[in-house]
């Protein structure tokens, strides 16, 4: 097994392996505690495309996160310490590129060979493919400048297992550019991945998932994969029956998408809600931060009134985010507050429900232990729960907000949502 570190999980900051991977306003992947430091420097500018940042929300790159972890525990690396290796080089001169290009045009063609007699011909090329598609972003261009999309994509549904597997797996490699990204769709990779999403085997619909995902990072990409009749469902499907790894795989292409309003809607209408929600419910025995990417669906979806319909009419929903109000990580509280708040902040029965539930304790935790996020959300909530209370509860939360005005002088209420 091939052990050098993909130039893909590194850090473009430090060149090191990324444990931690976030995603920029303009769409470029950094370790956090690398960007960290970066705007901690003063720099306001992406590192990659040197654009002006408006926004400095660092988002999770979950997808790639899983892939580095899959890598990491494969290769025996420790996510908390730098991974050794050399950074991977492009091709270079012109003796080189000559000579891929050459390898290129062969493999191609021999992609495109449907004979039954050479089907280990076409197995082995896209085996190869795949294989060179994992080295670098210059020979990733270089497959598809070379038009092997267009002969890849038929092989998704071919009939033999290990050429669908290659073939789905050189797909994924090739969406990591987001040079690769808009062209893979204009060709109609979308409705290839939505037919393995369906009908593949579960390691495929795993990997279809993910090259969603991938797909997904760019905007345009996100309305196009929502608009497909039947891409979130065929998600929301994988995450109804899908094993372990197809269930967070499908979770994170949901939450990817989720960024483009229509689809919040879509995933709503597709029966997202219940099973998100029964998730967090039958959540015994789940290690905590498993639970931040079904919250953090939920929290998108809570920004939509059909989201919100759907999500509080659950039975058993404001008890456990109560709960994880309580016991969940520092991400999971994050997420939680903020459900709580743009549900509660729009409906007096639900601020009602989360008062019983208990939800007034916990604001108060938040307050002093949350993070910036957290505070902000747990001040609006609280002034929901304080709308919603009886008269003789309202005296206890009047005295407390009078205490912590300095807490809503710096976390305004005016925003509920994301």
Partial sequence: MDSALPDDFRCPISLELMSDPVILCTGQTYDRSSIQRWFESGKRICPNTTMPLHDTRLIPNYALRSLISQWAQAHGVDLKRPAAGRRGSPPSGHETLQKLKQTLETLVKNLGNRSAANQSVRRDAVREIKALAKENRET??????????????????????RTEENAMAALFYLSLDDDNKVGLVAEGAVDSIVNVLKHGSMENRSTAAVTLTSLAMVDVNKATIGGHSDAIRALVKLLAEGDSRARKEAITALYSLCFYDDNKKRAVMAGAVPLLVGSLINSAGVPDDTLERPLGVLNMLATVVEGRTAIGDHWGIMGTLVRLLKQGTSRSREHAVAILSSLCCNSKQRATEAREAGALEHCRQLLDDGTMRSKRKASALMKALEDCAAPEDCSFIKTWFGGMKDVNLRFSTDSTNQ
């Fill in 140 to 161: 990733r261009l270089r497959i598809v400048e070379a038009g092997a999309v267009a002969k890849i994509l038929p092989l998704l549904s071919c009939g033999d297992s």
